[in-house]
């Protein structure tokens, strides 16, 4: 495995090549992703890394790629980072259209690693929002359209606290999240959103999608319905952050470790999505 360094002078750690991979990845299998987010390989011609990684004892940062299995380089990581903490700047856009979650304030940057070790869900590698001023910013706008699809992994941290994917920072805007109130929302249009009836108190890492087909939105929790409505409006074409809600101080709360977005109808296809994911991460 060859470190590459880039024009900006920074190294590259642990970028595999397509071919060290020779299974089919989720985006090899379900093509089409208008962004995805992750701390493991999602598509065989990524040559990308998974995150930009800021070390506490002198602020330097580095990407931080993949192994041979596809997995986070966590043996990377901790080798970079040290005893100290890690905290992440980028997180690549695997989907091929470069739309990368990124934060350049420091204080704002979500962690990866803590006193030496990297944080994790379920033995997996995760990244973790303070639930204070933790987010990034999408380098575009995802223009959403008609018919949408987006699924993530995440835990939030404790009961109220929240727990959500992307968002929009800059308006109101398309949101899949479980509240502090302990309900799950799916926001589409300003003034039109739904809120399920039922309460969940579970910090459990959780599988959530949320998708509109033919004006009707639909959430799911664990591959399982939680309630479907009209919505014939559709959603408001603002998804530009990841942790940070209405240009609020409205922060998630939680551990993020996947999060794909599809501008199209992905119905058919959403029993292999969630089973590729279940595999990967077992969370039901």
Known sequence: MANITNGLGQTKVGVRQPAELASSLLLDTYSGAAAAYSLRKLRNAYAGSAIRVRRSSDNTSQ???????????????????GAGNGFV???????????????????????????????????????LLDGVDDNFILSS???????????????????????????GHSGYSYLLALWNINQYLFQGKTGN???????????????????????????????SVITSIEQPGGVIPTINSIGQYFN????????????????SDQTSNQTGLDLNINTYYSIY
């Open 63 to 81: 990407d931080i790629g993949f192994n041979a299995n596809g997995n986070l380089d966590t043996t990377s990581l901790l080798s970079f980072v």
């Open 89 to 127: 700047s980028i997180w690549y856009d695997q989907s091929g259209n470069g739309n990368n979650a990124a934060q350049t304030t420091s204080g704002y940057q979500p962690q990866i690693v803590n006193a030496g070790a990297v944080l994790l869900t379920n033995s997996k590698p995760s990244i």
């Open 141 to 167: 706008n995802i223009n959403a359209n008609a018919s949408i699809y987006n699924t993530f992994v995440g835990k939030r941290a404790a009961s109220g606290d929240r727990l959500f994917g992307l968002s």
């Open 193 to 223: 959103y739904q809120i399920s009836s039922s309460t969940d108190t579970t910090t459990n890492q959780l599988l959530l999608t949320g998708k509109v087909s033919s004006g009707v939105m639909s959430m799911f929790k664990n591959g």
């Open 248 to 263: 609020t101080f409205i922060f998630a709360k939680c551990s993020l470790q996947e999060i794909i977005f599809y501008n």
